[in-house]
T-cell receptor, first 111, second 110 residues
Framework: NAGVTQTPKFQVLKTGQSMTLQCAQDMNHEYMSWYRQDPGMGLRLIHYSVGAGITDQGEVPNGYNVSRSTTEDFPLRLLSAAPSQTSVYFC??????????FGPGTRLTVT | SQQGEEDPQALSIQEGENATMNCSYKTSINNLQWYRQNSGRGLVHLILIRSNEREKHSGRLRVTLDTSKKSSSLLITASRAADTASYFCATDTGRRALTFGSGTRLQVQP
């Protein structure tokens, strides 16, 4: 199993650009989540999904969209990038909303 | 605001010593988890303790949970240089996604 994969690893955007961060898992997990981590801080929940077709907002959802059309994929879309969205983004999956398996992260810089 | 807050924010010890980190949280939980993050990497799950448990062990790790005080502690015994990392507590409040604290940065000097 590859586990949780994220692409790209690094991305630089200009203010106002849009992009999609990809996340995929091959463990058939129902639960998937997106977090952002700012320097020296813990992770903050952006959006999460409890199964295909079901998503919900987390602590910091503004400026981000998600969809879950399949069990495997959970992309995160930035509609109009802002410097405040400069962060490291982590995707995670879990079979039972217990132990979470994290991807390696995407480091995003918005200039 | 963060559900969990770790204390101390940073900890430096010598190899072989024990390291203790504490976590406090605000609302009722289903379980509390501890994760490790090496610099520039994703988080790795260490241990989970459920709300009806008081203590749990896994190798050199010992976790306690006091739901009356809304607090948990993580003890790493006989620390090694490879234990150098940031450690985060995370709480499951039944929303099917975790809420993380701000972490403790542990430095183990060889």
């Amino acid at each position: 199993n590859a586990g949780v994969t994220q692409t790209p690893k690094f991305q630089v955007l200009k203010t106002g650009q849009s992009m999609t961060l990809q996340c995929a898992q091959d463990m058939n997990h129902e639960y998937m989540s997106w977090y952002r981590q700012d320097p020296g801080m813990g992770l903050r929940l952006i959006h999460y999904s409890v199964g295909a077709g079901i998503t919900d907002q987390g602590e910091v959802p503004n400026g981000y969209n998600v969809s879950r059309s399949t069990t495997e994929d959970f992309p995160l879309r930035l509609l109009s990038a802002a410097p405040s969205q400069t962060s490291v983004y982590f995707c995670a999956s879990s079979p039972h909303a217990d132990e979470q398996y994290f991807g390696p992260g995407t480091r995003l810089t918005v200039t | 605001s963060q559900q969990g807050e770790e204390d101390p924010q940073a900890l430096s010890i010598q190899e072989g010593e024990n390291a203790t980190m504490n976590c406090s949280y605000k609302t009722s939980i289903n379980n509390l988890q501890w994760y490790r993050q090496n610099s520039g990497r994703g988080l790795v799950h260490l241990i989970l303790i459920r709300s009806n448990e008081r203590e749990k062990h896994s190798g050199r790790l010992r976790v306690t949970l006091d739901t009356s005080k809304k607090s948990s502690s993580l003890l790493i015994t006989a620390s090694r240089a490879a234990d150098t990392a940031s450690y985060f507590c995370a709480t499951d409040t039944g929303r099917r996604a975790l809420t993380f604290g701000s972490g403790t940065r542990l430095q183990v000097q060889p």
